[in-house]
Every structure is written in C-alpha cells, then in structure tokens.
C-alpha cells in the first residue's frame, strides 16, 4: 500500500528575528511488495504455458561397418544426380535412372511424383542421391522431405564425381 507523510508546518527564526516558514514537503513512501507479487505471478505464468519447439533431427542409420557391402539388384536402384549450374541465378539441375537406362532430366519440383511413381511401382526400391559438391545444403534437404514425402524411406547419399557430372552436363 501507498502512504503519504504530512509534515508539521515548521517555524524557523532567521538571524534579524523575522520569521520565515520551513516549505511543506511531502514524503511518499510506496509499498513494492505487490508489484513485486504480480511480477513474479506473471513470470511464473509464462514460464509454466511456454511451449518450446522440439529441434528437427533427422535419423540416420549407418550400417555397423563402414566396409560393409550391400548387395541390390541393378532394377531396384533409382539413381538421382544433382548438379549445381555455373549460373547461380538458376536453380539445379536434376537427372535420375533406374538400373541402366540413359538419364532423364527433369525439374526438381516435379522430383516427388517421380519418387511416388518409382516407388509404387517397385516396393524394394533404393534411392541413391548423388549430389555435387557445389550444390546449396537446402537442396539436399528438400530432396530427403520429397523421398519422405513418397514414403520412399531407404535412400543413400554419395558425392557426385567428376565423371559423372560431364556424363550428365553432355545431356
């Protein structure tokens, strides 16, 4: 709570014996304790509905051994290669196969139908994404959400070489 002190009116005598009165000053005092109290319920309150984001993680499952081989039917491989262009105002380029047919180009939005149709097609599909080094990482993201997106869940990510790359810029 609020107090407010009165002060007496003083009288004090100057030096020739005139008198002069003292000013009036008014204390005030305020009480904090329930600003303090509604603070605190305020942090409290905020503190207990925050809701924080669970951080985005993507699983991964390596096999044991580095050195382990997997062995998988050429028919069941769809191979993805992605390339940065020389012109950065262009998005990528984007050439898939499936076991050895000649690469197709084709846009990266329209990259997710091909996975559904692959995939729907073949159930023992692999995805193996083949990405050039120059390529933004938003790329390599956007196309694990697309295989997600076509519940294409086994997919293997492996840098593009150099002789891959001038096969598909030929194209």
Avoid: H
């Avoid at 790329?139 to 294409?152: K, S």
Wanted: charged share 25%; glycine share 4%.
């Amino acid at each position: 709570m609020g107090a407010v002190d009165t002060p007496e009116a003083g009288v004090k005598k100057k030096k020739g014996g005139m008198r002069k009165r003292a000013p009036k000053r008014i204390g005030v005092k305020i009480d904090m304790t329930p600003m303090v109290d509604v603070a605190f319920l305020l942090l409290i309150f905020f503190m207990c509905t925050t809701v924080f984001r669970k951080p985005q993680a993507l699983e991964i499952n390596l096999p044991p051994d580095p050195n382990a081989k997997v062995e998988i039917a050429e028919s069941n491989v769809l191979t993805l290669r992605v390339i940065a262009p020389a012109d950065t105002t262009r998005g990528v380029r984007t050439f898939w196969f499936l076991g050895k047919n000649p690469p197709v180009e084709a846009p990266f939005d329209k990259l997710e139908s091909i996975f559904a149709a692959e995939g729907k097609k073949n159930p023992k599909l692999v995805v193996l994404v083949k990405i050039d080094r120059q390529t933004k990482y938003k790329y390599m993201v956007n196309i694990i959400d697309q295989l997600q997106f076509a519940e294409l869940n086994r997919f293997s990510l492996a840098p593009l070489t150099p002789a891959e790359k001038k096969e598909v810029e030929t194209l």
